[in-house]
């Protein structure tokens, strides 16, 4: 039997299990296998994602990440900032800014420290948006009008005037898994608030609905601004929590957030 040291950490209830690849035997297992087994919440550990720590040749780390359903993700914006915190704190660093290496490329968090110097939160630089694009994607008889925007993944976000009538349940996979999208995709219901603020629910591709998405929460602000339904610095607020984004002059969008450890254990295989 192989027994996995594992921490449960969660960003606005966004929870994952974490793995050091560093300390952990992991070449013979198959990682997409474990995330399924790992992520049920009756049977496993229970997540939204599993998390790998692995060193890199071309950053200060590298991150890999599995869905529930054993698919791999290019970025995932809440798993980066508790990825920063666990390193951070592991390892004792003593600079603030992070480079990870992702699928998505290198991304830049930084921890927010707090007067006991301890991490309160992560700002991450989360790159450009790529891929902006409006379209109009007919399902069902329903037509939706989607804001297409790539972090790195691709999101679908929809603007509603009333999230109370999203059934999120059933729209969110139809318009994951459309043949308009040969990936899939994140899927985003947005209820803009005011210039400053907006409210999302969330599909994540792979893992169904979840309390927060931080690429996903960067998508909806990029795509508000371009509409000019906001401005460039949005509160966001999802089901679980609130996520500080600015997409600067610069074009670069910032994610600040906080990330919480829960506990530690071990998974016997």
């Known amino acids: 039997m192989t027994t996995i040291n594992f921490t449960k950490m969660h960003g606005l209830g966004n929870d994952f299990v974490l793995v050091d690849a560093r300390k952990e035997k992991l070449d013979e297992i ?101 891929e902006i694009n409006n379209e109009q994607l007919i399902i069902n008889n329903k037509e939706y009008p989607i804001n297409k925007v790539s972090m790195g993944n691709p999101h679908a976000v929809i603007f509603v005037d009333d999230l109370t009538k999203v059934n999120l349940l059933e729209e969110g996979p139809q318009i994951e898994n459309d043949p308009h999208f040969p990936n899939r995709t994140n899927v985003e219901f947005v209820k803009v608030l005011n210039d400053k603020e907006i409210e999302v629910v969330v599909w994540e591709r792979g893992a169904g609905e979840t309390m927060a998405c931080g690429t996903g929460a960067c998508a909806c602000v990029v795509a508000a601004s371009m509409t000019g339904k906001t401005k460039r610095r949005v509160l966001v607020h999802l089901p679980g929590g609130k996520l500080d984004i600015e997409w600067g002059e610069d074009n670069r969008v910032l994610m600040r957030g906080p990330a919480e450890t829960v506990f530690e254990g071990k998974y016997e295989l």
């Open 30 to 130: 198959d990682l997409g296998k474990l995330a399924i087994d790992i992520c049920d919440r009756h049977f496993g550990i229970g997540a939204d994602g599993l998390l790998v720590v692995r060193p890199s040749q071309n950053a200060h780390y590298r991150m890999q990440i599995f869905n529930p359903d054993g698919s791999e993700p290019e970025m995932c914006g809440n798993g980066i900032r508790c990825f920063a915190k666990y390193v951070y704190e592991t390892d004792k660093l003593k600079e603030e800014v992070i480079s990870v290496e992702t699928l998505a490329g290198i991304k830049l968090p930084a921890v927010i420290l707090g007067p006991d110097k301890t991490v309160v939160g992560v700002e991450v630089d989360m790159g450009e948006p790529k």
